[in-house]
């Protein structure tokens, strides 16, 4: 059974420029979020989809904007990549009714914005 | 709005030894569940233990145990016989309801050092 799963592992971007994050949840699991992780923070909850409906969003920018597609999987999209974005972006999957409340974290992928 | 609050950045613990990590919380809510997540270098948040607001009785996951005290909104988590590769980031986190869908509120996490 395949856990949480992200792609790319590591990214590298200019400024201004856009970027797009993938994740496939757990097995099972319809319900994905998106944390951002800034160096030495915990994360930071960006939004969540389940349906195919951004569900619940953070404070973010509408530059971060989501998808999730009907196999459950989701991509985060960045336009207009600041400095302040590099971060470790976490996707973290779940059932949204019953279960045992807690998430299952992807591995994250590392932006670097340059 | 929820508020999770880690007040040691750094701890450090003999091996074998027992450490408690802090954390306390702010929440108008009555019904809610707490975990402690641990982060190793390899970045890949692993569940620690989770802790149901309305169990008086603490949860415990072999050498994890919490002390939750409802009152004071503090959940510490309690590591018994630390081991090398407890070494890691823990982060405690609060998951918030909002009309039918949730969110996790986490803290700044306390990195652990295990001495050999």
């Known amino acids: 059974d395949a856990g949480v799963t992200q792609s790319p592992t590591h990214l590298i971007k200019t400024r201004g420029q856009q970027v797009t994050l993938r994740c496939s949840p757990k097995?099972?699991?319809?319900?994905v979020s998106w944390y951002q992780q800034a160096l030495g923070q915990g994360p930071q909850f960006i939004f969540q989809?389940?349906?195919?409906?951004?569900?619940q969003r953070g404070n973010f920018p509408d530059r971060f904007s989501g998808h999730q597609f009907p196999n459950y999987s989701s991509e985060l999209n960045v336009n207009a990549l600041l400095l302040g974005d590099s971060a470790l972006y976490l996707c973290?999957?779940?059932?949204?009714?019953?279960?045992?409340?807690?998430?299952?974290f992807g591995p994250g992928t590392r932006l670097t914005v340059t | 709005a929820q508020t999770v609050t880690q007040s040691q950045p750094e701890m450090s613990v003999q091996e074998a030894e027992t450490v408690t990590l802090s954390c306390t919380y702010d929440t108008s809510e009555s019904d809610y569940y707490l975990f402690w997540y641990k982060q190793p270098p390899s970045r890949q948040m692993i569940l620690v233990i989770r802790?149901?607001?309305?169990?008086?009785q603490n949860a415990t996951e072999n050498r994890f145990s919490v002390n939750f005290q409802k009152a004071a909104k503090s959940f510490s988590l309690k590591i018994s016989d630390s081991q090398l590769g407890d070494a890691a980031m823990y982060f405690c986190?609060?998951?918030?309801?909002?009309?039918?869908?949730?969110?996790?509120?986490f803290g700044t996490g306390t990195r652990l050092k295990v001495l050999a």
């Open positions: 989809y389940y349906e195919e409906e951004e569900r």
């Open positions: 097995s099972g699991h319809d319900t």
């Open positions: 986190a609060y998951r918030s309801e909002t009309s039918g869908t949730y969110k996790y509120i």
């Open positions: 802790q149901e607001a309305y169990k008086q």
């Open positions: 973290a999957s779940s059932p949204l009714t019953g279960g045992l409340y807690e998430q299952y």
